[in-house]
């Protein structure tokens, strides 16, 4: 077989199988900074972010805001579980009830210091998505390295 959108090899098995060809690629490396670390910020946040990457999944399992809650728990940030159903409504409890400030000047997830809560607006499920910014991408019941589709609300967290 010849074609030039895949390449056929035979496989383990002795069956033929195939790869797609890539034909076009981004010619400038895609690279996000790592996050930095700000010493205004409650150093347990840090560990909470630990905490998220050990439990993590690979994949989302729809639970981000109760695995964070959970993070945030676990590390001694807060002293009590978060009452709030929705991501989305995780801002404004952190700030109310748990002490967290809105972070000015933060419009990129990958702006955010290592350890701040990230908080997006509604998707397609009404629930938004809410995570934590690890030093190379994003935790919350899965890590990744790419940022949240969903429009970032705001990023928070407990200064010292």
């Not at 069956?15 to 700000?38: E, L, M, N, Q, T």
């Not at 630990?50 to 805001?65: I, N, P, Q």
């Not at 290592?114 to 607006?121: D, K, M, N, P, R």
């Not at 030093?135 to 705001?154: E, M, Q």
Request: with cysteine; glycine share 8%; proline share 4%.
């Amino acid at each position: 077989m010849k074609s030039t959108s895949h390449f056929y090899y035979h496989d383990q098995s002795g069956g033929i199988s195939s790869a797609a060809v890539v034909h076009r690629y981004w010619s400038g490396p895609i690279v996000h900074p790592f996050a930095k670390i700000d010493s205004r910020i409650d150093m347990k946040l840090i560990r909470a972010a630990t905490l998220a990457e050990e439990r993590a999944s690979a994949e989302s399992r729809a639970h981000c805001w109760q695995s964070v809650k959970e993070a945030l728990l676990a590390s001694g940030v807060i002293d009590r579980y978060p009452t709030s159903s929705y991501a989305c409504q995780a801002g404004d409890e952190l700030v109310r009830d748990f002490g967290f400030h809105k972070l000015a000047g933060i419009s990129d997830p990958y702006d955010a210091p290592i350890g701040a809560v990230l908080v997006y607006g509604v998707g397609s499920n009404g629930a938004g998505h809410v995570e934590l910014r690890t030093k190379d991408g994003f935790v919350s019941d899965y890590h990744s390295k790419n940022r949240c589709k969903y429009p970032l609300i705001a990023a928070y967290a407990k200064l010292d």
